[in-house]
């Protein structure tokens, strides 16, 4: 059952946007390496901040752009040669009918959300990881039927563990306390009851005293 349709023409700016979020997002490691080597260069004497090692000052303060620069190179020099590609997203219940059309030809497949790493949304994308690097691209803005809301009210019915921040309610469950229904006796019947006692005492006190007599 067809969901919804999209058509995206992935460029070389929107790869390039891709890979510094990739890129950003992998970066941690540098970053507290870099702080740790600028830390590491400077020592307390008397009471004061001192300069001890220039080498680590350097390192650590250029670290974090020297990384970033050379992945950026890399990423350029391997996608000198990119051809834009125009992919037509058609969404159905279960899986994602592709069929890309670029200067080389024309590519169709299929890919089942079940299959997905992880899907992640943002107000201009939703972001479709096919492993923890690499992500298909589909442009909010360029669905010719259906939305991305409705795209993702699917995937976080169907498909909740692969929805990046989304956590399902659950409904809780309110405990019913149930009261035993008290049983009173009425004031009648516990009337009832005294008057036969106090009639049976009577009775025997009358036996009794005629026994003596």
Not at 104 to 127: A, M, N, P, Q, W
Request: hydrophobic share 40%; net charge positive; aromatic share 10%.
């Amino acid at each position: 059952m067809e969901i919804a349709k999209n058509k995206t023409t992935l460029t070389k700016k929107m790869l390039f946007a891709f890979q510094n979020k990739e890129i950003f997002k992998r970066s941690w490691v540098i970053i507290i390496c870099a702080l740790a080597l600028i830390v590491v260069s400077f020592r307390v004497v008397d009471g004061k901040l001192v300069l001890n090692s220039i080498p680590f000052l350097v390192i650590g303060c250029l670290a974090y752009p020297l990384y970033i620069g050379i992945l950026e190179l890399v990423f350029i020099k391997q996608n000198k040669t990119f051809v834009p590609v125009t992919i037509e997203y058609t969404f159905q219940t279960d899986s994602i009918k592709l069929d890309g059309t670029s200067a080389y030809g024309r590519e169709t497949s299929e890919l089942f959300y079940s299959k997905l790493d992880k899907i992640v949304f943002t107000k201009k994308y939703i972001y479709l990881y096919i492993n923890k690097t690499s992500a298909l691209l589909v442009d909010n803005s360029s669905f010719s039927s259906g939305s991305s809301e409705k795209v993702r009210a699917l995937l976080e019915y169907s498909y909740a563990e692969k929805v990046k921040g989304f956590k399902r309610k659950e409904k809780k469950v309110e405990e019913v306390k149930v009261e035993e229904p008290k049983t009173e006796t009425p004031e009648k019947e516990i009337k009832v009851e005294e008057v036969k006692d106090q009639a049976s005492e009577n009775v025997i006190e009358e036996k009794e005293s005629n026994n003596k007599e």
